[in-house]
């Protein structure tokens, strides 16, 4: 199986900061990376897709880049619903496996 | 509204069964695939199981934790998604969620229900 690891587990930021959460797949996984938002006691969210598409709804300060074995996802500009867990998850090959998450809170 | 409700969810002692049962609604439902994802108490995302859609000929696949225990199926004449877990352990304890994929594999998963909880303890 594909691990998937995340840096930093958790970052402390306050809003209008740039954020930048990295992941790192364990192999080669193209572009086929997917990037979660999960908020206390919700489900999570997708927001990009194959590692730089943003999924429909989702704010354009989030971004994504990356290819092969690391991976970035970008809040340009944090606001105040944006403080969440942040998972990465491999969609190159099965089983999906998902990074241990990053958490953004307030600083 | 594309919509993933999940329920079953329960108190159980180890060993013993259960079936989770997603209702969908908003999407062609036999077209796409769907997954069940847990996660335990103050933990990260795992994935468990996936169910192809009926172009793929709905075959199935499960993380190693829980083959040979977990069965996933489909009734797409109900727009439903299920979840037989059998032989439960205490490991197993988590909030169960029913996800659907985005119209590939590769592209993530799209739609998520909240989640039912399966708690398994003597």
């Known amino acids: 199986d594909i691990q998937m690891t995340q840096s930093p587990s958790s970052v402390s930021a306050s809003v209008g900061d740039r954020v930048t959460i990295t992941c790192r797949a364990s192999q080669g996984i193209s572009s086929w990376l997917a990037w979660y938002q999960q908020k206390p006691g919700k489900a999570p969210e997708l927001l990009i897709y194959a590692a730089s598409s943003l999924q429909s709804g989702v704010p354009s300060r989030f971004s994504g880049s990356g290819s092969g074995t690391d991976f970035t996802l970008t809040i340009s500009s944090l606001q105040p619903e944006d403080f969440a867990t942040y998972y990465c998850?491999?969609?190159?090959?099965?089983?999906?496996?998902f990074g241990p998450g990053t958490k953004v809170d307030i600083k | 509204e594309v919509q993933l409700v999940e329920s079953g969810g329960g108190v159980v002692q180890p060993g013993g069964s259960l079936r989770l049962s997603c209702a969908a609604s908003g999407f062609t439902f036999h077209d796409y695939a769907l997954h069940w994802v847990r996660q335990a108490p103050g933990k990260g995302l795992e994935w468990v199981s996936r169910i192809a859609g009926y172009g793929d000929g709905g075959s199935t696949i499960y993380a190693d934790s829980v083959r040979g225990r977990f069965i996933i199926s489909r009734d797409n004449s109900k727009t439903s998604l299920y979840l037989q877990m059998n032989s439960l352990r205490t490991d197993d304890t988590a909030l169960y969620y029913c996800?659907?994929?985005?119209?590939?594999?590769?592209?993530?998963?799209?739609?998520w229900g909240q989640g039912t909880t399966v708690t398994v303890s003597s």
């Open positions: 998850q491999q969609a190159n090959s099965f089983p999906p496996t």
């Open positions: 996800a659907k994929e985005s119209g590939s594999y590769l592209w993530g998963m799209d739609v």
